[in-house]
């Protein structure tokens, strides 16, 4: 116990020694990854217990097994988990978020491609694909503006 009391004020100075700047810099991309967890835990969590109500939601064709779309709604949560583990370790590791810009990425790509020309099985340019391809691109957006003032404020060295 004598040992560990002995380090921690060391602990403390060094915690006291990390800028405002360095992190309000990465605030940015911190508030998005969380923002962006939660809203794929929402999602995770809907698909987990709710499949088929979702499916009605999103005008999609009718499965006859949910069970892929629960496994999906689960690797939600766990992708959730990881944006939150990112965002707690950002003001070292900023440049991991690049994952989560190529992920949302492609999904709005998919999403915005198949409400525009009706791409993909069962497809339907409705509502639900516009809204889920603009959230998601404007989470890109943010993401890499975020990555942007990062980069240039504390660069990868």
């Known amino acids: 116990m004598a040992a560990l009391r002995s380090r921690r004020p060391y602990f403390t100075r060094w915690k006291q020694t990390r800028t405002r700047v360095e992190s309000h810099v990465v605030g940015l991309l911190r508030r998005i990854l969380y923002l ?3 809203i794929w835990v929402v999602a995770g969590v809907a698909l987990a217990a709710v499949p088929e109500s979702l499916m ?3 005008d999609q064709a ?20 990881l944006m939150v583990l990112v965002a ?7 440049w ?42 404007l989470l890109t957006a943010a993401l890499l503006a975020g990555l942007g003032r990062a980069g240039r404020e504390n660069p990868m060295t």
Do not use: C
């Open 36 to 38: 962006e967890a939660a």
């Open 96 to 137: 991991w978020s690049w994952a989560f810009v190529f992920g949302t990425g492609a999904l709005a790509t998919f999403f915005l491609f198949k409400a525009a020309f009706g791409i993909g099985s069962g497809a339907s340019s409705g509502a639900p694909s516009w809204a889920i391809g603009t959230v998601s691109a």
């Open 62 to 81: 009718a499965y006859p097994e949910h069970a892929w779309l629960r496994v999906a709604g689960i690797q939600a949560i766990t992708l959730a988990m």
């Open 88 to 94: 707690q370790k950002i003001d070292d590791h900023w």
């Open 56 to 58: 009605n939601l999103l």
